[in-house]
Protein backbone atom coordinates (compact mmCIF):
# COMPACT_ATOMS: atom_id res chain seq x y z
CA UNK A 1 0.00 0.00 0.00
CA UNK A 2 2.79 2.41 1.03
CA UNK A 3 4.31 2.49 -2.42
CA UNK A 4 0.20 2.98 -3.65
CA UNK A 5 -0.47 5.85 -1.73
CA UNK A 6 1.23 9.30 -0.64
CA UNK A 7 1.51 10.10 3.05
CA UNK A 8 -0.84 12.22 2.58
CA UNK A 9 -3.58 9.87 0.76
CA UNK A 10 -2.79 7.44 3.43
CA UNK A 11 -3.50 10.10 6.21
CA UNK A 12 -6.60 10.86 4.37
CA UNK A 13 -7.66 7.39 4.19
CA UNK A 14 -7.08 6.50 7.94
CA UNK A 15 -9.10 9.40 9.12
CA UNK A 16 -11.90 8.81 6.82
CA UNK A 17 -11.92 5.47 8.25
CA UNK A 18 -11.61 6.88 11.84
CA UNK A 19 -13.92 9.61 11.80
CA UNK A 20 -16.70 7.10 10.18
CA UNK A 21 -15.71 3.88 12.97
CA UNK A 22 -16.21 6.55 15.88
CA UNK A 23 -19.04 8.28 14.53
CA UNK A 24 -20.70 4.90 14.30
CA UNK A 25 -19.54 3.73 17.82
CA UNK A 26 -21.04 6.91 19.12
CA UNK A 27 -24.44 7.02 17.59
CA UNK A 28 -25.09 3.16 17.53
CA UNK A 29 -26.74 2.53 21.24
CA UNK A 30 -28.25 6.11 20.58
CA UNK A 31 -29.75 5.24 17.49
CA UNK A 32 -31.29 1.98 18.97
CA UNK A 33 -32.73 3.52 21.63
CA UNK A 34 -34.22 5.97 19.11
CA UNK A 35 -35.52 3.11 16.96
CA UNK A 36 -36.86 1.47 19.83
CA UNK A 37 -38.75 5.13 21.18
CA UNK A 38 -40.32 4.99 17.44
CA UNK A 39 -41.84 2.06 17.02
CA UNK A 40 -42.93 1.09 20.27
CA UNK A 41 -43.37 4.00 22.53
CA UNK A 42 -46.37 6.19 22.19
CA UNK A 43 -46.33 9.64 23.72
CA UNK A 44 -47.63 13.49 23.00
CA UNK A 45 -45.15 14.80 19.93
CA UNK A 46 -44.07 11.55 18.69
CA UNK A 47 -44.74 12.84 14.80
CA UNK A 48 -42.64 16.15 16.44
CA UNK A 49 -39.54 13.65 17.68
CA UNK A 50 -39.69 11.42 14.18
CA UNK A 51 -39.51 14.71 12.32
CA UNK A 52 -36.52 16.07 14.36
CA UNK A 53 -34.33 12.82 14.00
CA UNK A 54 -35.04 12.47 9.98
CA UNK A 55 -33.57 17.04 9.51
CA UNK A 56 -30.25 15.93 9.02
CA UNK A 57 -31.47 13.97 5.79
CA UNK A 58 -32.79 17.02 4.48
CA UNK A 59 -30.99 19.86 5.76
CA UNK A 60 -27.84 21.00 3.80
CA UNK A 61 -24.92 19.56 5.42
CA UNK A 62 -23.14 22.48 6.06
CA UNK A 63 -26.70 24.08 7.85
CA UNK A 64 -25.95 21.15 10.46
CA UNK A 65 -22.56 21.73 10.37
CA UNK A 66 -23.04 25.78 11.67
CA UNK A 67 -26.06 24.68 14.17
CA UNK A 68 -22.99 22.40 15.79
CA UNK A 69 -20.82 25.23 15.73
CA UNK A 70 -23.49 27.50 17.52
CA UNK A 71 -23.88 24.78 20.47
CA UNK A 72 -20.48 23.36 20.70
CA UNK A 73 -18.16 26.28 19.36
CA UNK A 74 -15.76 27.24 21.73
CA UNK A 75 -17.54 30.51 22.88
CA UNK A 76 -20.79 28.67 22.81
CA UNK A 77 -22.43 28.19 25.88
CA UNK A 78 -22.60 24.35 25.84
CA UNK A 79 -18.66 24.11 24.28
CA UNK A 80 -17.50 26.61 26.85
CA UNK A 81 -19.11 24.36 29.82
CA UNK A 82 -17.65 21.22 28.59
CA UNK A 83 -14.50 22.93 27.71
CA UNK A 84 -14.11 24.34 31.13
CA UNK A 85 -15.28 20.80 32.90
CA UNK A 86 -13.63 17.99 30.98
CA UNK A 87 -11.75 19.68 28.48
CA UNK A 88 -13.19 18.16 26.11
CA UNK A 89 -12.78 20.50 22.56
CA UNK A 90 -14.95 19.26 19.88
CA UNK A 91 -14.55 21.70 16.98
CA UNK A 92 -11.31 21.43 14.55
CA UNK A 93 -10.34 17.92 16.50
CA UNK A 94 -10.86 14.69 15.05
CA UNK A 95 -13.96 13.88 17.52
CA UNK A 96 -15.47 16.84 16.07
CA UNK A 97 -15.65 15.50 12.56
CA UNK A 98 -16.37 11.88 13.69
CA UNK A 99 -19.60 13.95 15.99
CA UNK A 100 -20.53 15.93 12.50
CA UNK A 101 -20.71 12.61 11.14
CA UNK A 102 -22.67 11.26 13.34
CA UNK A 103 -24.94 13.53 13.32
CA UNK A 104 -25.47 13.68 9.62
CA UNK A 105 -25.45 9.49 9.64
CA UNK A 106 -28.30 8.76 12.31
CA UNK A 107 -31.19 8.99 10.99
CA UNK A 108 -30.02 6.32 8.40
CA UNK A 109 -29.15 4.17 10.94
CA UNK A 110 -32.20 4.57 12.52
CA UNK A 111 -33.97 4.05 9.66
CA UNK A 112 -32.19 0.59 9.21
CA UNK A 113 -32.98 -0.06 12.70
CA UNK A 114 -36.33 0.59 12.97
CA UNK A 115 -37.76 -1.54 9.37
CA UNK A 116 -35.81 -4.68 11.80
CA UNK A 117 -37.37 -3.78 14.83
CA UNK A 118 -40.93 -3.46 13.07
CA UNK A 119 -40.37 -7.23 11.62
CA UNK A 120 -39.72 -8.51 15.15
CA UNK A 121 -42.80 -10.97 16.09
CA UNK A 122 -44.31 -9.40 19.03
CA UNK A 123 -45.35 -12.98 19.96
CA UNK A 124 -41.93 -13.94 20.66
CA UNK A 125 -41.36 -11.35 23.34
CA UNK A 126 -44.67 -12.41 24.85
CA UNK A 127 -43.82 -15.99 25.08
CA UNK A 128 -40.60 -14.73 26.80
CA UNK A 129 -42.78 -12.84 29.46
CA UNK A 130 -44.64 -16.46 30.19
CA UNK A 131 -41.57 -17.55 30.46
CA UNK A 132 -40.36 -15.48 33.10
CA UNK A 133 -38.44 -12.26 31.51
CA UNK A 134 -38.94 -9.26 32.63
CA UNK A 135 -38.99 -6.10 30.28
CA UNK A 136 -35.12 -5.43 29.92
CA UNK A 137 -33.98 -9.13 30.05
CA UNK A 138 -36.83 -9.86 26.85
CA UNK A 139 -35.14 -7.08 25.56
CA UNK A 140 -31.80 -7.70 25.59
CA UNK A 141 -32.37 -11.61 24.91
CA UNK A 142 -35.09 -11.36 22.60
CA UNK A 143 -36.07 -8.16 20.89
CA UNK A 144 -32.16 -6.95 20.58
CA UNK A 145 -30.64 -10.29 18.36
CA UNK A 146 -34.02 -10.63 16.29
CA UNK A 147 -33.08 -6.78 15.37
CA UNK A 148 -29.20 -7.57 14.64
CA UNK A 149 -29.59 -7.85 11.36
CA UNK A 150 -31.07 -4.06 10.95
CA UNK A 151 -28.44 -2.91 13.58
CA UNK A 152 -25.63 -4.18 11.57
CA UNK A 153 -26.95 -2.90 8.26
CA UNK A 154 -27.74 -0.05 9.83
CA UNK A 155 -24.35 0.55 11.20
CA UNK A 156 -22.26 -0.63 7.93
CA UNK A 157 -24.74 1.98 5.69
CA UNK A 158 -23.97 4.69 8.57
CA UNK A 159 -20.05 3.52 8.32
CA UNK A 160 -20.13 3.81 4.66
CA UNK A 161 -22.18 7.27 4.51
CA UNK A 162 -19.98 8.67 7.11
CA UNK A 163 -16.86 7.61 4.97
CA UNK A 164 -17.62 10.33 2.68
CA UNK A 165 -19.54 13.26 5.00
CA UNK A 166 -18.08 16.69 3.50
CA UNK A 167 -19.95 19.55 4.61
CA UNK A 168 -20.70 19.24 8.01
CA UNK A 169 -17.50 18.11 8.99
CA UNK A 170 -15.93 21.23 6.99
CA UNK A 171 -17.99 23.77 8.39
CA UNK A 172 -17.52 22.13 12.38
CA UNK A 173 -14.07 20.82 11.95
CA UNK A 174 -12.58 22.62 9.43
CA UNK A 175 -10.05 21.40 7.24
CA UNK A 176 -6.99 20.74 8.81
CA UNK A 177 -4.60 17.94 7.42
CA UNK A 178 -4.19 14.90 9.60
CA UNK A 179 -6.64 16.30 12.15
CA UNK A 180 -10.42 16.48 10.18
CA UNK A 181 -8.74 16.36 6.36
CA UNK A 182 -10.70 12.97 5.38
CA UNK A 183 -10.80 11.72 2.06
CA UNK A 184 -13.61 14.04 0.62
CA UNK A 185 -11.70 16.57 1.97
CA UNK A 186 -8.62 16.19 1.12
CA UNK A 187 -10.35 15.62 -2.95
CA UNK A 188 -11.75 19.17 -2.64
CA UNK A 189 -8.60 20.71 -1.81
CA UNK A 190 -6.71 18.35 -4.61
CA UNK A 191 -9.55 20.08 -6.73
CA UNK A 192 -8.42 23.96 -5.47
CA UNK A 193 -4.77 23.44 -6.16
CA UNK A 194 -3.44 24.36 -9.74
CA UNK A 195 -1.89 21.00 -10.74
CA UNK A 196 -4.63 18.82 -8.32
CA UNK A 197 -5.90 17.33 -11.02
CA UNK A 198 -4.08 13.79 -11.05
CA UNK A 199 -4.40 13.65 -7.01
CA UNK A 200 -8.10 14.31 -7.33
CA UNK A 201 -9.14 11.69 -9.71
CA UNK A 202 -6.87 9.34 -7.47
CA UNK A 203 -8.65 10.07 -4.79
CA UNK A 204 -11.92 9.54 -6.14
CA UNK A 205 -11.26 6.36 -7.49
CA UNK A 206 -10.06 5.72 -3.83
CA UNK A 207 -13.35 6.94 -2.60
CA UNK A 208 -15.35 5.08 -5.06
CA UNK A 209 -13.26 1.57 -4.16
CA UNK A 210 -13.85 2.02 -0.67
CA UNK A 211 -17.81 2.83 -0.94
CA UNK A 212 -18.14 -0.11 -3.29
CA UNK A 213 -16.37 -2.58 -0.62
CA UNK A 214 -18.51 -1.34 2.36
CA UNK A 215 -21.57 -1.85 0.52
CA UNK A 216 -20.58 -5.48 -0.31
CA UNK A 217 -19.26 -6.33 2.96
CA UNK A 218 -22.53 -4.69 4.25
CA UNK A 219 -24.55 -7.13 2.27
CA UNK A 220 -22.87 -10.25 3.01
CA UNK A 221 -22.71 -9.78 7.04
CA UNK A 222 -26.32 -8.78 6.92
CA UNK A 223 -27.21 -12.26 4.79
CA UNK A 224 -24.94 -14.20 7.40
CA UNK A 225 -26.95 -12.92 10.19
CA UNK A 226 -29.80 -13.81 8.28
CA UNK A 227 -28.91 -17.30 7.84
CA UNK A 228 -28.10 -17.73 11.46
CA UNK A 229 -31.81 -16.61 12.49
CA UNK A 230 -32.93 -19.60 10.16
CA UNK A 231 -34.45 -16.42 7.21
CA UNK B 1 -58.60 -25.31 42.07
CA UNK B 2 -58.56 -22.67 39.65
CA UNK B 3 -61.15 -20.10 39.47
CA UNK B 4 -61.78 -17.52 36.48
CA UNK B 5 -64.18 -14.65 36.02
CA UNK B 6 -63.40 -12.19 33.56
CA UNK B 7 -65.11 -9.68 31.31
CA UNK B 8 -63.71 -8.20 28.03
CA UNK B 9 -65.45 -6.33 26.13
CA UNK B 10 -64.26 -5.64 22.27
CA UNK B 11 -65.70 -4.19 19.55
CA UNK B 12 -68.40 -6.45 18.42
CA UNK B 13 -68.11 -9.62 20.85
CA UNK B 14 -67.80 -9.40 25.02
CA UNK B 15 -66.53 -11.95 26.66
CA UNK B 16 -68.55 -13.01 30.15
CA UNK B 17 -67.31 -16.03 31.72
CA UNK B 18 -66.55 -17.97 34.93
CA UNK B 19 -65.85 -21.26 36.16
CA UNK B 20 -64.24 -23.13 39.08
CA UNK B 21 -62.36 -26.06 38.04
CA UNK B 22 -60.58 -29.08 40.23
CA UNK B 23 -56.83 -29.32 40.21
CA UNK B 24 -54.41 -31.35 39.27
CA UNK B 25 -56.32 -32.46 35.82
CA UNK B 26 -56.84 -30.90 32.46
CA UNK B 27 -59.46 -28.35 32.09
CA UNK B 28 -60.50 -29.02 28.13
CA UNK B 29 -61.12 -25.24 27.63
CA UNK B 30 -63.85 -26.28 24.12
CA UNK B 31 -65.74 -24.27 22.14
CA UNK B 32 -66.05 -23.42 18.46
CA UNK B 33 -63.36 -20.60 16.47
CA UNK B 34 -64.16 -17.35 17.82
CA UNK B 35 -66.04 -18.22 20.91
CA UNK B 36 -63.28 -16.59 22.77
CA UNK B 37 -60.84 -19.54 23.59
CA UNK B 38 -57.49 -17.50 23.13
CA UNK B 39 -59.06 -13.97 24.79
CA UNK B 40 -59.69 -16.25 28.00
CA UNK B 41 -56.25 -18.08 28.35
CA UNK B 42 -54.51 -14.99 27.83
CA UNK B 43 -56.24 -13.15 30.50
CA UNK B 44 -55.44 -16.17 32.73
CA UNK B 45 -51.28 -15.73 31.57
CA UNK B 46 -51.56 -11.88 31.99
CA UNK B 47 -50.36 -11.14 28.61
CA UNK B 48 -54.12 -9.65 28.59
CA UNK B 49 -56.09 -7.37 30.84
CA UNK B 50 -59.50 -7.68 31.82
CA UNK B 51 -61.95 -5.44 32.12
CA UNK B 52 -63.03 -7.10 34.84
CA UNK B 53 -62.85 -10.19 36.84
CA UNK B 54 -60.20 -12.07 39.20
CA UNK B 55 -58.29 -15.23 38.18
CA UNK B 56 -57.18 -17.52 41.38
CA UNK B 57 -55.27 -20.50 41.19
CA UNK B 58 -55.26 -22.70 44.79
CA UNK B 59 -56.14 -19.88 46.51
CA UNK B 60 -53.41 -16.96 45.46
CA UNK B 61 -55.21 -14.37 43.22
CA UNK B 62 -53.43 -13.51 40.20
CA UNK B 63 -55.77 -11.15 39.09
CA UNK B 64 -58.34 -8.94 41.12
CA UNK B 65 -59.57 -5.50 39.26
CA UNK B 66 -61.36 -4.57 42.35
CA UNK B 67 -58.51 -4.50 44.19
CA UNK B 68 -55.95 -3.81 41.26
CA UNK B 69 -54.13 -7.39 41.45
CA UNK B 70 -52.32 -7.45 38.00
CA UNK B 71 -49.24 -10.21 38.55
CA UNK B 72 -47.18 -9.34 35.77
CA UNK B 73 -47.38 -12.47 33.27
CA UNK B 74 -43.48 -12.86 33.82
CA UNK B 75 -43.89 -13.20 37.46
CA UNK B 76 -47.23 -15.47 37.09
CA UNK B 77 -45.34 -19.43 36.76
CA UNK B 78 -47.80 -20.16 34.03
CA UNK B 79 -46.48 -22.22 31.10
CA UNK B 80 -48.24 -21.00 27.46
CA UNK B 81 -47.57 -23.60 24.81
CA UNK B 82 -48.99 -20.97 21.86
CA UNK B 83 -51.00 -22.50 18.83
CA UNK B 84 -47.82 -21.24 16.68
CA UNK B 85 -45.23 -22.65 19.14
CA UNK B 86 -43.38 -18.89 19.07
CA UNK B 87 -39.95 -20.33 19.54
CA UNK B 88 -36.89 -17.76 19.74
CA UNK B 89 -35.56 -18.58 16.04
CA UNK B 90 -31.89 -17.21 17.23
CA UNK B 91 -31.65 -19.94 19.78
CA UNK B 92 -30.97 -24.00 19.36
CA UNK B 93 -33.93 -26.37 21.16
CA UNK B 94 -31.64 -26.73 23.96
CA UNK B 95 -30.88 -22.58 24.16
CA UNK B 96 -35.21 -22.62 23.62
CA UNK B 97 -35.63 -24.94 26.18
CA UNK B 98 -33.47 -23.80 29.01
CA UNK B 99 -34.27 -19.98 28.36
CA UNK B 100 -37.49 -20.66 31.17
CA UNK B 101 -35.33 -22.78 32.94
CA UNK B 102 -32.67 -20.16 33.62
CA UNK B 103 -34.84 -18.01 34.61
CA UNK B 104 -37.04 -19.80 37.47
CA UNK B 105 -33.83 -19.91 39.46
CA UNK B 106 -35.51 -18.54 42.28
CA UNK B 107 -37.95 -21.41 42.89
CA UNK B 108 -37.72 -25.41 43.59
CA UNK B 109 -37.41 -27.17 40.26
CA UNK B 110 -39.33 -29.86 39.89
CA UNK B 111 -38.62 -30.67 36.18
CA UNK B 112 -35.04 -31.16 34.90
CA UNK B 113 -33.35 -30.75 31.58
CA UNK B 114 -32.91 -34.53 31.48
CA UNK B 115 -36.32 -35.66 32.21
CA UNK B 116 -37.98 -32.77 29.84
CA UNK B 117 -35.92 -34.62 27.15
CA UNK B 118 -36.69 -38.14 27.77
CA UNK B 119 -39.78 -37.39 28.57
CA UNK B 120 -40.73 -35.50 25.11
CA UNK B 121 -38.07 -37.34 23.17
CA UNK B 122 -35.94 -34.19 22.22
CA UNK B 123 -32.68 -35.63 22.85
CA UNK B 124 -31.80 -35.96 18.98
CA UNK B 125 -33.14 -32.13 18.12
CA UNK B 126 -31.19 -30.45 20.92
CA UNK B 127 -28.34 -28.98 18.73
CA UNK B 128 -30.97 -27.64 16.08
CA UNK B 129 -32.57 -23.84 15.12
CA UNK B 130 -35.82 -23.95 15.40
CA UNK B 131 -36.45 -23.55 11.45
CA UNK B 132 -34.62 -27.16 11.10
CA UNK B 133 -37.71 -28.78 13.13
CA UNK B 134 -41.01 -30.18 11.72
CA UNK B 135 -44.35 -28.69 13.02
CA UNK B 136 -44.92 -31.85 15.24
CA UNK B 137 -41.18 -31.32 16.99
CA UNK B 138 -41.72 -27.71 17.04
CA UNK B 139 -44.31 -27.52 19.10
CA UNK B 140 -43.19 -30.63 21.45
CA UNK B 141 -40.15 -28.25 21.61
CA UNK B 142 -42.58 -25.09 22.89
CA UNK B 143 -44.18 -28.10 25.33
CA UNK B 144 -41.14 -29.10 26.71
CA UNK B 145 -39.53 -24.84 27.28
CA UNK B 146 -43.36 -23.88 28.70
CA UNK B 147 -42.67 -27.09 31.08
CA UNK B 148 -38.37 -26.28 32.53
CA UNK B 149 -39.99 -22.86 33.49
CA UNK B 150 -41.64 -25.06 36.15
CA UNK B 151 -44.84 -23.65 35.81
CA UNK B 152 -47.87 -24.59 38.50
CA UNK B 153 -50.25 -23.72 35.45
CA UNK B 154 -50.09 -24.90 31.83
CA UNK B 155 -52.08 -23.38 29.12
CA UNK B 156 -52.24 -24.87 25.43
CA UNK B 157 -53.71 -23.20 23.16
CA UNK B 158 -54.55 -25.60 20.58
CA UNK B 159 -51.65 -27.10 20.33
CA UNK B 160 -52.15 -29.54 17.64
CA UNK B 161 -53.89 -27.41 15.47
CA UNK B 162 -51.63 -26.34 12.95
CA UNK B 163 -50.44 -29.86 12.79
CA UNK B 164 -51.91 -32.16 10.02
CA UNK B 165 -53.62 -35.24 11.35
CA UNK B 166 -50.63 -37.46 10.99
CA UNK B 167 -48.13 -35.03 13.13
CA UNK B 168 -51.11 -34.71 15.17
CA UNK B 169 -50.83 -38.63 16.80
CA UNK B 170 -47.35 -38.00 17.03
CA UNK B 171 -47.54 -34.91 19.62
CA UNK B 172 -50.86 -36.72 21.49
CA UNK B 173 -49.35 -39.31 23.16
CA UNK B 174 -46.89 -36.64 24.93
CA UNK B 175 -49.66 -34.79 25.94
CA UNK B 176 -50.95 -37.77 27.41
CA UNK B 177 -47.93 -38.65 29.41
CA UNK B 178 -47.26 -35.44 30.64
CA UNK B 179 -50.85 -35.58 32.10
CA UNK B 180 -50.79 -38.76 33.44
CA UNK B 181 -47.10 -38.51 35.01
CA UNK B 182 -46.54 -35.01 36.13
CA UNK B 183 -49.27 -33.39 38.13
CA UNK B 184 -49.00 -29.79 37.11
CA UNK B 185 -52.53 -28.22 36.32
CA UNK B 186 -53.16 -27.80 32.39
CA UNK B 187 -55.84 -25.96 30.58
CA UNK B 188 -56.00 -27.34 27.28
CA UNK B 189 -57.53 -25.33 24.26
CA UNK B 190 -59.27 -26.99 21.31
CA UNK B 191 -61.86 -26.96 18.52
CA UNK B 192 -61.64 -30.39 17.99
CA UNK B 193 -64.34 -33.09 20.50
CA UNK B 194 -61.66 -35.63 20.10
CA UNK B 195 -58.63 -34.41 21.35
CA UNK B 196 -60.55 -32.73 24.53
CA UNK B 197 -62.22 -36.40 25.05
CA UNK B 198 -58.56 -37.76 25.05
CA UNK B 199 -56.95 -35.03 27.33
CA UNK B 200 -59.06 -33.34 29.78
CA UNK B 201 -60.59 -34.14 32.86
CA UNK B 202 -62.81 -31.43 33.75
CA UNK B 203 -64.35 -29.82 30.33
CA UNK B 204 -65.85 -25.89 30.03
CA UNK B 205 -67.35 -25.38 27.04
CA UNK B 206 -67.30 -21.85 25.58
CA UNK B 207 -69.52 -20.04 23.12
CA UNK B 208 -70.10 -16.69 21.83
CA UNK B 209 -67.94 -15.20 25.22
CA UNK B 210 -70.32 -17.08 27.77
CA UNK B 211 -69.51 -20.11 29.54
CA UNK B 212 -72.60 -22.59 28.20
CA UNK B 213 -71.79 -25.37 30.71
CA UNK B 214 -68.90 -26.84 32.88
CA UNK B 215 -68.36 -30.16 34.48
CA UNK B 216 -66.51 -33.71 34.72
CA UNK B 217 -66.12 -34.88 31.30
CA UNK B 218 -68.55 -37.78 32.16
CA UNK B 219 -71.24 -35.58 33.44
CA UNK B 220 -70.75 -33.16 30.30
CA UNK B 221 -70.81 -35.64 27.69
CA UNK B 222 -74.59 -36.26 28.88
CA UNK B 223 -75.93 -32.37 28.59
CA UNK B 224 -78.05 -30.97 26.33
CA UNK B 225 -75.50 -27.73 26.00
CA UNK B 226 -72.75 -30.01 24.75
CA UNK B 227 -74.71 -32.05 21.91
CA UNK B 228 -75.57 -28.59 20.37
CA UNK B 229 -72.00 -27.75 19.83
CA UNK B 230 -70.24 -31.65 18.42
CA UNK B 231 -71.63 -33.08 15.47
CA UNK B 232 -74.56 -35.22 15.93
CA UNK B 233 -72.63 -38.58 15.01
CA UNK B 234 -70.06 -37.52 18.21
CA UNK B 235 -72.30 -37.56 20.46
CA UNK B 236 -72.45 -40.18 23.50
CA UNK B 237 -71.79 -41.01 26.97
CA UNK B 238 -68.17 -40.97 28.47
CA UNK B 239 -67.74 -43.41 30.76
CA UNK B 240 -64.71 -44.12 32.52
CA UNK B 241 -64.34 -47.73 33.32
CA UNK B 242 -62.38 -50.47 35.30
CA UNK B 243 -60.31 -53.16 33.17
CA UNK B 244 -61.33 -56.41 35.22
CA UNK B 245 -59.56 -59.00 32.87
CA UNK B 246 -57.49 -59.08 29.81
CA UNK B 247 -57.40 -61.40 26.50
CA UNK B 248 -54.31 -60.87 25.03
CA UNK B 249 -54.65 -63.57 22.62
CA UNK B 250 -57.81 -61.74 21.00
CA UNK B 251 -56.88 -58.33 21.96
CA UNK B 252 -59.68 -57.07 24.27
CA UNK B 253 -60.24 -56.24 27.62
CA UNK B 254 -62.88 -56.13 29.79
CA UNK B 255 -64.77 -53.24 31.48
CA UNK B 256 -66.70 -52.98 34.48
CA UNK B 257 -69.44 -50.19 33.40
CA UNK B 258 -71.58 -49.71 36.55
CA UNK B 259 -73.41 -53.16 36.55
CA UNK B 260 -72.63 -54.30 33.19
CA UNK B 261 -69.49 -55.72 31.30
CA UNK B 262 -67.95 -54.49 28.39
CA UNK B 263 -65.81 -56.18 26.22
CA UNK B 264 -63.51 -53.54 24.07
CA UNK B 265 -61.15 -54.48 21.72
CA UNK B 266 -57.46 -52.84 23.23
CA UNK B 267 -53.92 -53.70 23.67
CA UNK B 268 -51.07 -52.97 26.24
CA UNK B 269 -53.55 -52.28 29.17
CA UNK B 270 -53.29 -54.18 32.38
CA UNK B 271 -55.91 -55.30 34.70
CA UNK B 272 -56.49 -52.59 37.28
CA UNK B 273 -56.25 -49.76 34.69
CA UNK B 274 -58.80 -47.38 33.98
CA UNK B 275 -60.04 -46.75 30.90
CA UNK B 276 -62.19 -43.66 29.27
CA UNK B 277 -64.66 -44.84 26.17
CA UNK B 278 -66.99 -43.32 24.49
CA UNK B 279 -70.51 -45.26 23.63
CA UNK B 280 -71.88 -43.31 20.15
CA UNK B 281 -75.36 -42.87 20.92
CA UNK B 282 -75.67 -43.55 17.47
CA UNK B 283 -73.94 -47.01 18.43
CA UNK B 284 -76.54 -47.99 20.54
CA UNK B 285 -79.55 -50.32 20.10
CA UNK B 286 -82.40 -50.63 22.65
CA UNK B 287 -83.85 -54.00 23.20
CA UNK B 288 -87.15 -54.53 25.90
CA UNK B 289 -86.30 -58.10 26.13
CA UNK B 290 -82.83 -60.12 26.50
CA UNK B 291 -81.78 -61.07 22.66
CA UNK B 292 -80.28 -64.11 21.68
CA UNK B 293 -78.55 -65.46 18.30
CA UNK B 294 -76.89 -61.73 17.76
CA UNK B 295 -73.08 -60.78 16.67
CA UNK B 296 -73.63 -57.82 19.26
CA UNK B 297 -71.54 -58.88 22.15
CA UNK B 298 -71.83 -56.11 24.40
CA UNK B 299 -75.35 -55.73 26.50
CA UNK B 300 -76.02 -53.82 29.26
CA UNK B 301 -78.99 -54.17 31.45
CA UNK B 302 -80.29 -50.83 32.53
CA UNK B 303 -83.63 -48.33 33.13
CA UNK B 304 -84.51 -45.88 30.57
CA UNK B 305 -84.21 -42.72 32.73
CA UNK B 306 -85.45 -39.64 30.14
CA UNK B 307 -86.34 -39.87 26.56
CA UNK B 308 -85.68 -36.13 24.71
CA UNK B 309 -86.87 -35.54 21.05
CA UNK B 310 -84.11 -34.43 18.28
CA UNK B 311 -84.45 -33.60 14.72
CA UNK B 312 -84.91 -35.95 11.82
CA UNK B 313 -87.74 -37.80 13.73
CA UNK B 314 -85.38 -39.62 15.79
CA UNK B 315 -84.86 -39.55 20.07
CA UNK B 316 -82.64 -39.34 22.63
CA UNK B 317 -83.07 -41.85 25.08
CA UNK B 318 -80.88 -42.39 28.73
CA UNK B 319 -80.49 -45.25 29.95
CA UNK B 320 -79.40 -45.62 33.67
CA UNK B 321 -76.80 -48.47 33.54
CA UNK B 322 -76.23 -49.38 37.31
CA UNK B 323 -74.64 -45.72 37.67
CA UNK B 324 -73.54 -44.75 34.79
CA UNK B 325 -75.87 -43.28 32.37
CA UNK B 326 -75.66 -44.27 28.56
CA UNK B 327 -77.53 -42.32 25.62
CA UNK B 328 -79.30 -43.94 22.79
CA UNK B 329 -80.13 -42.55 19.52
CA UNK B 330 -83.28 -43.91 18.31
CA UNK B 331 -86.11 -42.81 15.58
CA UNK B 332 -89.29 -41.80 16.85
CA UNK B 333 -91.12 -44.99 14.63
CA UNK B 334 -89.00 -47.62 17.12
CA UNK B 335 -89.93 -45.57 20.04
CA UNK B 336 -93.66 -45.40 19.72
CA UNK B 337 -93.37 -49.64 18.45
CA UNK B 338 -91.31 -50.18 21.22
CA UNK B 339 -93.97 -48.02 23.49
CA UNK B 340 -90.65 -46.76 25.76
CA UNK B 341 -91.12 -44.44 28.25
CA UNK B 342 -89.22 -43.57 31.20
CA UNK B 343 -88.82 -46.13 33.73
CA UNK B 344 -89.20 -49.15 31.45
CA UNK B 345 -86.45 -52.03 31.63
CA UNK B 346 -84.24 -52.28 28.60
CA UNK B 347 -81.11 -53.66 26.98
CA UNK B 348 -78.62 -51.30 25.64
CA UNK B 349 -76.87 -53.26 22.78
CA UNK B 350 -73.47 -52.02 21.96
CA UNK B 351 -72.18 -52.06 18.21
CA UNK B 352 -69.06 -50.78 18.79
CA UNK B 353 -66.87 -49.12 21.28
CA UNK B 354 -64.66 -46.28 20.75
CA UNK B 355 -61.91 -45.96 23.34
CA UNK B 356 -61.03 -42.54 24.31
CA UNK B 357 -57.23 -43.60 25.75
CA UNK B 358 -56.80 -43.89 29.23
CA UNK B 359 -58.54 -42.31 31.79
CA UNK B 360 -56.90 -39.85 34.17
CA UNK B 361 -57.00 -40.60 37.73
CA UNK B 362 -59.65 -37.04 38.77
CA UNK B 363 -58.05 -37.13 41.94
CA UNK B 364 -55.17 -38.32 44.19
CA UNK B 365 -52.85 -38.49 41.47
CA UNK B 366 -49.55 -38.52 42.74
CA UNK B 367 -47.86 -35.98 43.51
CA UNK B 368 -44.77 -36.43 40.93
CA UNK B 369 -43.94 -39.66 39.22
CA UNK B 370 -41.45 -39.62 36.57
Not at chain 1, 107 to 128: F, K
Not at chain 1, 164 to 191: K, S
Not at chain 2, 33 to 38: A, C, L, P, R, V
Not at chain 2, 171 to 186: F, G, H, N, T
Request: positive net charge; proline residues 6%.
Amino acid sequence: MNGLLSPAELDALRLSLEVAARSVAFSLPLAVLVAWILTRARFPGRTLFDAFVHLPLVLPPVAVGYVLLLLLGTRAPLGAWLHAHFGIQLPFTTAGAALATAVMTFPLMVRAMRLSLENVDRGLEAAARTLGAGPFDRFFSITLPLMLPGILAGAVTAFAAGLGEFGAVITFAANIPGVTRTLPLALYTAMQMPQGDALALRLALLSFALGLLGLLGAELLVRRVRRCLGR
Amino acid sequence: MLRVSLLKRRTGFTLAASFAAPTPGVIGLFGRSGSGKTTLIDMIAGLLPPDEGEVQLTGSVLTDTQRHIAVAPERRRIGYVFQDSRLFPHLSVAGNLSYGEKRARAVSHYIRFEEVVELLGLGPLLARRPHQLSGGERQRVALGRALLSQPQLLLLDEPLASLDVARREEVLPYLERLRDWLSIPMVYVSHQFDEVLRLATYLVLLEHGEVLAAGRVDEMSLRPELRAVVAPDLVGAVLDGLVTAVDTAGGTVELAIGSGKLQVSLREVTAGARVRVQLLARDIILATEPIHGLSVRNALRGTVTEITPEEAASVLVKVDVGGPIVLARITEGARAALRLAPGDAVWALVKAVSTRGHAFRLFGAPARAL
